[in-house]
């Protein structure tokens, strides 16, 4: 993964002595993609894309993983883990569709992160999935680049396309659909990616066999 070229400031450290008085530095609205890195028991960071549940206010944060994840068993283990957020759809596809693992738990694309205190709030089965909810506390903040983002179609289909992909091989999902759906999401990218988001979208082709 590689740092952008448009990194323009960066920001101290926002912790304090008292956990309850840190804050998101950014808006957390709808459902936010992010990366998150958790230590594992080989003292490996690990990524992987986690879902910002944000409520009316901002002031509850959840996700939810599942199955039996790297993330969930290190979430188990460690009780915490680096919330990242970044617009780098290779870091997105890689932490999304392989097993990603670093010496560092900030990824170098990372524009802002979070450290986090997680706590289990609920869990259950959907079809033969497991599941677990957990609240998302900061404990400590720091945001690394203030940059002027773009938009193109390209991003969100590579978003997509990693979803589609991680669904590949699961009975519960009509295969030929998602196959067809990465085929369309394939199509936009072609038209409307960067560089970048075809690279990102080469990854998901090796990553997941398709």
Do not use: C, K
Request: no cysteine; charged share 30%.
């Amino acid at each position: 993964m590689t740092e952008h070229s448009d990194r323009t400031a960066n920001a101290s450290t926002n912790a304090s002595a008292d956990p309850d008085t840190v804050e998101w530095p950014v808006s957390l609205a709808g459902v936010t993609e992010s990366i998150v890195t958790t230590l594992g028991p080989n003292d490996r960071w690990n990524a992987a894309p986690l879902g910002l549940f944000a409520d009316g206010d901002g002031d509850r944060v959840t996700a939810t993983t599942w199955g039996n994840t790297r993330t969930r068993r290190n979430f188990h283990r460690q009780g915490e883990g680096y919330v990242q957020f970044t617009v780098d759809p290779v870091a997105f596809a890689d932490a999304a569709l392989s097993i990603s693992e670093f010496d560092d738990p900030l990824l170098e694309s990372a524009n802002a992160w979070v450290r986090v205190a997680v706590e289990r709030v609920d869990s259950g089965t959907e079809g033969e999935t497991e599941w677990e909810e957990w609240t998302l506390r900061p404990l400590e903040t720091d945001v690394v680049a203030e940059t002027v983002t773009t938009i193109d179609r390209g991003f969100g289909a590579v978003i997509e396309a990693t979803v589609a992909a991680s669904r590949l091989g699961v009975p519960a999902y009509d295969q030929e659909a998602l196959r067809e759906r990465l085929e369309y999401y394939a199509s936009v990218v072609d038209r409307a990616g960067s560089p970048r988001e075809r690279e990102a979208l080469e990854r998901v082709r090796e990553h997941a066999e398709w």
